[in-house]
């Protein structure tokens, strides 16, 4: 099976930046896609990003596009959501997940492993 260690996040102030990096260990032999989703307090789960395997290609959520991007590094099994513009909307649990599949989804059903979530506080 496949762990994922999620870090970075924290606070930012409106129109700042941040970065979450996950680092996925353990059966890292497939080909799969990853991806960051969010919950914010009292609604569900949310798509934020996702990347395919080899990290040619993206999708990015409606809400956040313009603003967030996604990056790999295939060797070290390590993705980047990469934040800017941010705004107090923004502020929720975020979390790491890996698919089954190479290719990224919007669909939270689609990944089947997921990290631990980690904070991020967006002050206006």
């Known amino acids: 099976q496949v762990q994922l260690v999620e870090s970075g996040g924290g606070s930012a102030q409106a129109g700042g930046s941040l970065k979450l990096s996950c680092v996925a260990s353990?059966?890292?032999?497939?080909?799969?896609?990853m991806a960051w989703f969010r919950q914010r307090s009292g609604k569900e789960r949310e798509f934020v990003a996702a990347i395919g395997w080899s990290g040619a290609s993206t999708r990015i959520g409606d809400s956040v596009k313009g603003r967030f991007t996604i990056s790999r590094v295939t060797a070290t099994n390590t993705i980047t959501l990469h934040m800017d513009f941010l705004e107090p909307g923004d502020t929720a649990v975020y979390y790491c997940?890996?698919?089954?599949?190479?290719?990224?989804?919007?669909?939270?059903?689609?990944?089947?492993?997921w990290g631990q979530g980690t904070q991020v506080t967006v002050s206006s």
């Open positions: 997940a890996v698919a089954i599949r190479g290719s990224p989804t919007g669909g939270s059903e689609d990944y089947p492993r």
């Open positions: 353990g059966r890292t032999d497939r080909r799969y896609a």
